[in-house]
């Protein structure tokens, strides 16, 4: 037996696989100190409108080939915008992943629209592209589309049926900046693209968000409903002036991130009982590589004892590792009357029961991490049993 798991996992009294735990987000930078510096130096911090928005505006729409930015003060905020650039409200269908980001779903209620769930792909748990024909109507007004937990979703086949038919995309790339699905960069798909700088995203300011169109229309349409004598919703100077320095290291920062979830995925090999994001109904005629603001896998309890999902994650956070139960299904927490389905949601349903989230950060350390991390999950395997059992009589 290989001797690592003869080990206890933590949780059970053994050493934690990293004992520094998860790492802070963001990480310390010189860079961001010298725009703090910058920022009192020069006033710049007090004043609404300064140089680094601008610039934080022509970077954007340079990376994302559109014309159009608008910066606002969260992702949240930006897809509300997004549905009221396009005119959407009442008697108004908007379809999206039955597992998606619980906001959008809000925002689209709150412009007066009906959110239309389809179930997402049992290969990478997002919208899955063969049931979005049949879901959509004469009354189908958009269709708002996130890559999420290292999935990304055929873009080239998404925007052919969408504009086949005339409906405008809400690309959500919260959770991917950089990424590039199809030989093009996330965000510059959609009709309307998202970005969020929030606190724990890749790109962070805190706080904030961007919408990035070709249109002028709906920019502007955007723009005068933003407008309440002055702006509602803005992105601040300093905000912008600590995002310019992230856009410049955020291609190295993917691609270590990728080199390490690859490396993690070897480790963990076919049978760990974490099944892996696979994006195969991607074209393979050009490049794609996910982002990885979370990493999702499926936990199967049948490989760990039946242990539930709430321990095992418990079990890895007290290994020192930022594994957490993926958010809620859309359709398991939101009244029936407030939506439309055409179809089960059994993959979503699997989802919101099992999916696990490892949190970013770590992807940027050693090499040696994704091996403690893949070690935790062997043990926790090994020892399942006895976790349950001290589980069940309150003694952990
Ligand atoms: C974080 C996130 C948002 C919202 O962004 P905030 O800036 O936190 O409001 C929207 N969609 C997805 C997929 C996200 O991950």
């Given at each position: 037996m290989n001797s690592l798991l003869s080990e206890k996992p933590a949780i059970l009294g053994g050493d934690p696989a990293i004992p520094g735990g998860p790492p802070e987000w963001p990480f310390p930078d010189i860079a961001i100190n010298r725009v703090l510096q910058q920022a009192q130096q020069t006033g710049a911090w007090g004043r609404y409108h300064g140089p680094c928005a601008k610039q934080l505006q022509q970077k954007l729409a340079e990376l994302h080939q559109t014309e159009q930015v608008i910066l606002c003060s969260s992702g949240t905020v930006a897809v509300e915008l997004a549905l009221r650039g396009l005119g959407i409200g009442p008697d108004d269908e908007v379809i999206l992943a039955a597992y998606d980001f619980e906001g959008n779903f809000k925002n689209i209620v709150t412009v007066g629209a009906t959110p239309v769930m389809i179930d997402v792909d049992p290969q990478n748990f997002n919208l899955n592209l063969n049931l979005l024909e049949q879901a959509i109507t004469d009354s189908t007004k958009g269709i708002l589309v996130s890559h999420l937990h290292g999935g990304l979703v055929s873009m080239q086949r998404l925007t052919r049926i969408a504009h086949e038919r005339g409906i405008p995309v809400i690309e959500d790339a919260c959770q991917v900046p950089g990424a590039v699905i199809e030989g093009q960069i996330a965000g510059s798909w959609g009709d309307i693209s998202i970005l969020s700088f929030g606190g724990s995203k890749l790109l962070t300011a805190g706080r904030g968000g961007a919408i990035l169109t070709r249109s002028p229309q709906i920019a502007q349409r955007i723009r005068l409903y933003s407008h309440r004598g002055n702006e509602a919703y803005p992105l601040t100077e300093l905000q912008a002036g600590l995002l310019l320095p992230?856009?410049?290291?955020?291609?190295?920062?993917?691609?270590?991130?990728?080199?390490?979830?690859?490396?993690?995925?070897?480790?963990?090999?076919?049978?760990?009982?974490?099944?892996?994001?696979?994006?195969?109904?991607?074209?393979?005629?050009?490049?794609?590589?996910?982002?990885?603001?979370?990493?999702?896998?499926?936990?199967?309890?049948?490989?760990?004892?039946?242990?539930?999902?709430?321990?095992?994650?418990?079990?890895?956070?007290?290994?020192?590792?930022?594994?957490?139960?993926?958010?809620?299904?859309?359709?398991?927490?939101?009244?029936?009357?407030?939506?439309?389905?055409?179809?089960?949601?059994?993959?979503?349903?699997?989802?919101?029961?099992?999916?696990?989230?490892?949190?970013?950060?770590?992807?940027?350390?050693?090499?040696?991490?994704?091996?403690?991390?893949?070690?935790?999950?062997?043990?926790?395997?090994?020892?399942?049993?006895?976790?349950?059992?001290?589980?069940?009589?309150?003694?952990?």
């Open positions: 992230q856009l410049e290291t955020l291609d190295t920062q993917n691609q270590i991130r990728q080199k390490h979830v690859d490396i993690l995925l070897t480790q963990l090999g076919d049978d760990s009982g974490l099944i892996s994001f696979r994006n195969q109904q991607l074209s393979s005629q050009s490049v794609s590589t996910p982002g990885y603001y979370k990493l999702g896998f499926l936990y199967q309890p049948s490989h760990f004892s039946g242990l539930t999902r709430d321990l095992f994650c418990q079990a890895m956070q007290a290994e020192g590792i930022a594994v957490y139960p993926g958010f809620r299904a859309l359709h398991a927490i939101h009244s029936r009357r407030r939506f439309r389905q055409t179809t089960e949601l059994p993959v979503a349903t699997e989802c919101d029961r099992n999916l696990v989230v490892l949190h970013h950060p770590v992807l940027l350390t050693g090499a040696s991490h994704m091996a403690a991390i893949a070690g935790a999950v062997f043990r926790i395997a090994q020892h399942a049993d006895r976790i349950l059992s001290l589980s069940a009589s309150d003694q952990l």
